[in-house]
């Protein structure tokens, strides 16, 4: 069975940092792009950014409101996926979820997600 | 980025249909064919019910569409069950290796 499993998830205040980790099992890690994905508390789905496999380069990349404070790596020998996050802001509290993309279905399609790791930043 | 348009609501009685839009650019939804569609319950993971514009995971019922005119989206639920009941989010590749979500519609099973 194909599964993604996170975790790191905390509460840290303003300005700090956090790492989460995304664990993979059921299906070839290093074949596959990932994504993070997260949500605020009551608000919807925003794309954090991706890191391709390293048959493609291996490049990550973030959309503007995280770009320079998140980082995206991966470790395949271990199947796991990461994301470092600096600088945190109050309004990067949210359920962060890592997903494949472009696998098992069609590019840019996110088919496998974890059930998601709670991050809060307050002071 | 802009995120893409969606209704905040859709409703509709059992077996009935209901269709959601997602409304974006030249730049997005009306450049490319990576248009996706996610259904999720409340305090659940998100769950791939469309990708590629209008084709079908395994496992997900044909009472599932989509298409795309222009730069607009749609997703179509038909035979409404009550455990459509979630919300529905789109997505579409936006070019320069950028992804944009649209703000989600809640659809509710009258």
């Known amino acids: 069975e194909e599964q993604l499993v996170e975790s790191g998830g905390d509460l840290v205040k303003p300005g700090g940092s956090l790492r989460l980790s995304c664990v993979a099992s059921?299906?070839?890690?290093?074949?596959?792009?990932m994504s993070w994905v997260r949500q605020a508390p009551g608000k919807g789905l925003e794309w954090v950014g991706r890191?391709?496999?390293?048959?493609?380069?291996?490049?990550?990349d973030n959309p503007s409101p995280v770009k320079g404070r998140f980082t995206i790596s991966r470790a395949d020998s271990q199947n796991t996926l990461y994301l470092q996050m600096n600088n945190l802001k109050i309004e990067d509290t949210a359920v962060y979820y890592c997903?494949?993309?472009?696998?098992?279905?069609?590019?840019?399609?996110?088919?496998?997600w974890g059930r998601g790791t709670k991050v809060t930043v307050s002071s | 980025q802009s995120a893409l348009t969606q209704p905040p609501s859709a409703s509709g009685s059992p077996g009935q249909s209901v269709t959601i839009s997602c409304t974006g650019t030249?730049?997005?939804?009306?450049?490319?064919?990576?248009v996706s569609w996610y259904q999720q319950h409340p305090g659940k993971a998100p769950k791939l019910m469309i990708y590629?514009?209008?084709m079908r995971p395994s496992g997900v019922p044909d009472r599932f569409s989509g298409s795309k005119s222009g730069n607009t989206a749609s997703l179509t639920v038909s035979g409404l069950r009550t455990e459509d009941e979630a919300d529905y989010y789109c997505?579409?590749?936006?070019?320069?290796?950028?992804?944009?979500f649209g703000g989600g519609t809640k659809l509710t099973v009258l």
């Open positions: 890191i391709k496999r390293k048959s493609d380069g291996g490049t990550t």
């Open positions: 997505t579409s590749y936006a070019g320069s290796n950028n992804l944009v």
């Open positions: 997903a494949t993309e472009g696998y098992p279905y069609g590019f840019h399609a996110m088919g496998v």
């Open positions: 030249s730049s997005d939804v009306g450049n490319y064919d990576y």
């Open positions: 590629a514009v209008s």
């Open positions: 059921g299906f070839t890690f290093s074949n596959v792009w």
